[in-house]
């Protein structure tokens, strides 16, 4: 058996436990050694992923449990990408704690892995209870690195976070019990399979547990009207911290798109596609409040958290185009949309540390140091993040716009998106002016040394955005493959478990 | 059975949300405590509610469906882990602002509220 698709749950958990227990629990530039290259490993393990899914979807079967009943990891196209963003980040934000947040506690590197552990585990399952543990993992973990390093508005941010986490946890166990009560399974290939053979007085408990998951990963994704908590708990966290969030958005985005494209797909028979009238006006609705939000903000910390609420209604809106006949342009946005804001956040933090009281908030203070340096980095985010050419946010929202076009949709996708792609545009200018320019003279600058480490996960996240304009078709033509494995008629998957399980069988025998 | 078993779950899930919806933290805490119960017993019931039925072949005549009941024991778990938590940190809201307050000081309105009721 292959046990690569374990080793993106497994090493980070490892590594995590390992540095609580005492050689290492008290010594900082070990643990970072440590974090760094599981990190780094993770990242080779990701690319391995990725090359093994171009050829074959791989199942891993946990403990030899052979599914429906065991527990199952499923590796295909989508996934491995999204592990492999994933990687990308957490390493990024990783090498930018180097020297700042992790010297407050010896906690934060265990907590830290814990949490990419979660995210990589609920990219990685094939199982809806597993995937509300996987949740839950990611969860706590997020809970205590919000709250790390303390202080009143953490505090506060904290609670209201966790209270509507909890909430959302609660709903997804009832959600979890009506499917599981009507459908027999929780395994989402199972589920696929059997969903168009449902009776029609069940039809109606699946569509409610159904919605009521749509509420809670709405809830994770932040969509209008569940989005509330997300500004302020992003702009409590501390830098590395929230970087890494930039991801977590995400994951409520690829449930909704493993749940409502694979569960509940195109194959689902009378349920088919129920969802998608829910999610079109929600989409529409959070770009525009995101808009508005990004137009207000006071920060530039405040004004990337509403850019990721943007970016979560944007994603929402390939989705639902022509049932989802455009998704792979939607995964290229994924990508874009997270390098982006988690170089954002890292930027605002950047420039906040250099401004005095003034942090990162839009007034009048002190002029910046290394102006040059940091004025060209947010320039480029600024650029890729509005969706100005040449880079890759240019390219993704122009082939959304196209992907609209033809459809009765356009009338109300492009208007959306070219007022959020307007506002976000005079929000940037304002704050790059505001920030390098309208400096007064009379407040000194606060020189703070470059940290080579911080410069360097910056421009790894900045670079992504250069590269993924280079590779757009390369990167287009694999998403295109991994929306087809989205909506694979689910008896191909049950043939591959059927497979495997015979080779289980046979392994036995041997 | 089932008709006291529904009303067990829909008393307990409108208590939590009535305590939800509170302003400050301790019965915030006590509201979701009461929900995650509700939805314990809920999960236990989509393995559909048997009388002697042992979820083990070949103890009972009827066999229990056996996974819900490993679904709500991880539930269990999880949420008494968060619960744990969430109580840890209301202790640390309180003494932070000084207010037993969900936003760490009750809004001018909710003030006025209070002072009115103060009045004899």
Request: with cysteine; proline share 1%; charged share 10%.
């Given at each position: 058996m292959n046990h690569l698709p374990i080793l993106p749950i497994l090493l980070p958990s490892l590594a995590g436990t390992l540095m609580l227990l005492p050689p290492l629990s008290k010594r900082f530039k070990a643990q970072r050694r440590v974090t760094w290259s599981v990190l780094i490993a993770l990242m080779v393990i990701s690319a391995m992923l990725i090359l093994s899914a171009r050829q074959q979807t791989t199942t891993y079967a946990l403990g030899g449990w052979q599914p429906p009943f065991g527990i199952m990891l499923v590796v295909d196209r989508l996934t491995a990408?999204?592990?492999?963003?994933?990687?990308?980040?957490?390493?990024?934000?990783?090498?930018?704690?180097?020297g700042k947040e992790d010297r407050q506690s010896s906690l934060f590197y265990p907590l830290y892995l814990f949490q990419v552990m979660g995210?990589?585990?609920?990219?990685?399952?094939?199982?809806?209870?597993?995937?509300?543990?996987f949740f839950e993992i990611l969860l706590i973990a997020s809970y205590a690195l919000l709250i790390h390093g303390g202080g009143k508005e953490k505090t506060k941010a904290g609670f209201h976070y966790v209270t509507v986490n909890l909430i959302g946890s609660a709903v997804?166990?009832?959600?979890?019990?009506?499917l599981y009560g009507t459908m027999g399974s929780l395994n989402m290939t199972d589920m696929a399979a059997k969903v168009g053979l449902l009776l029609p007085e069940d039809q109606i408990l699946v569509k409610t547990g159904g919605l009521l998951l749509l509420l809670v990963f709405s809830l994770k994704s932040a969509l209008l009207p569940l989005h509330f908590w997300l500004p302020k708990t992003y702009a409590a966290a501390s830098a590395s911290v929230v970087a890494l969030f930039a991801v977590m958005t995400k994951v409520g985005f690829y449930s909704i798109c493993r749940v409502f494209g694979g569960i509940f797909g195109g194959n689902a028979g009378a349920l088919a596609d129920f969802a998608i009238p829910w999610i079109w006006p929600l989409a529409?609705?959070?770009?525009?409040?995101?808009?508005?939000?990004?137009?207000?903000?006071?920060?530039?910390?405040?004004?990337?958290a509403y850019m990721v609420i943007v970016s979560v209604g944007t994603l929402l809106i390939t989705f639902v185009i022509e049932g989802g006949q455009f998704l792979r342009v939607g995964f290229y946005y994924l990508l874009h949309s997270t390098a982006v804001t988690g170089a954002l956040f890292l930027i605002a933090d950047q420039i906040g540390t250099r401004r005095g009281a003034a942090a990162d908030r839009?007034?009048?203070?002190?002029?910046?140091?290394?102006?040059?340096?940091?004025?060209?980095?947010?320039l480029i985010a600024a650029i890729a993040a509005v969706g100005l050419p040449p880079l890759s946010g240019f390219i993704g929202k122009v082939l959304i716009l196209d992907s609209a076009d033809r459809f009765a949709e356009q009338v109300w996708v492009w208007p959306a998106l070219l007022m959020s792609s307007l506002m976000t545009m005079i929000a940037f200018s304002r704050a790059g002016s505001t920030y390098f320019w309208h400096s007064s003279a009379k407040e000194s600058a606060?020189?703070?040394?470059?940290?080579?480490?911080?410069?360097?996960?910056?421009?790894?996240?900045?670079?992504?955005?250069?590269?993924?304009?280079?590779?757009?078709?390369?990167?287009?033509?694999?998403?295109?493959?991994?929306?087809?494995?989205?909506?694979?008629?689910?008896?191909?998957?049950q043939r591959q478990i059927?497979?495997?399980?015979?080779?289980?069988?046979?392994?036995?025998?041997? | 059975m089932e008709l006291v078993f529904a009303?067990?779950?829909?008393?307990?899930?409108?208590?939590?949300?009535?305590?939800?919806?509170?302003?400050?933290?301790?019965?915030?805490?006590?509201?979701?405590?009461?929900?995650?119960?509700?939805?314990?017993l809920f999960l236990f019931a989509s393995g559909r509610l048997h009388l002697n039925a042992a979820p083990i072949l070949g103890v009972s005549q009827r066999i229990a469906d056996p996974l819900p009941q490993a679904l709500v024991l991880t539930a269990i778990v999880i949420g008494f882990g968060m619960t744990a938590f969430l109580v840890v940190l209301a202790i640390r809201t309180f003494t932070d602002w000084g207010s037993d307050h969900v936003d760490g000081k009750p809004t001018a309105i909710e003030n006025v509220i209070q002072r009115e009721n103060r009045r004899p």
């Open positions: 990408l999204l592990l492999a963003v994933t990687a990308i980040l957490a390493f990024c934000a990783g090498i930018y704690s180097a995210i990589n585990g609920a990219f990685l399952t094939g199982d809806l209870f597993n995937l509300f543990v997804f166990l009832v959600a979890l019990g009506t529409i609705a959070t770009i525009a409040l995101g808009s508005i939000g990004v137009f207000a903000a006071a920060s530039l910390r405040s004004l990337t839009f007034v009048k203070a002190g002029p910046v140091t290394h102006a040059t340096l940091l004025g060209g980095m947010f606060v020189d703070l040394k470059v940290r080579i480490t911080q410069i360097a996960a910056i421009v790894i996240l900045l670079s992504t955005t250069a590269l993924m304009t280079v590779f757009a078709d390369a990167i287009l033509t694999y998403s295109q493959d991994a929306a087809e494995d989205l909506r694979r008629h689910p008896t191909t998957m059927e497979t495997s399980r015979s080779h289980a069988h046979a392994e036995q025998e041997f | 009303l067990c779950v829909g008393v307990m899930t409108s208590c939590g949300v009535f305590l939800c919806l509170r302003g400050t933290t301790f019965t915030v805490v006590i509201g979701i405590t009461l929900l995650s119960y509700a939805v314990n």
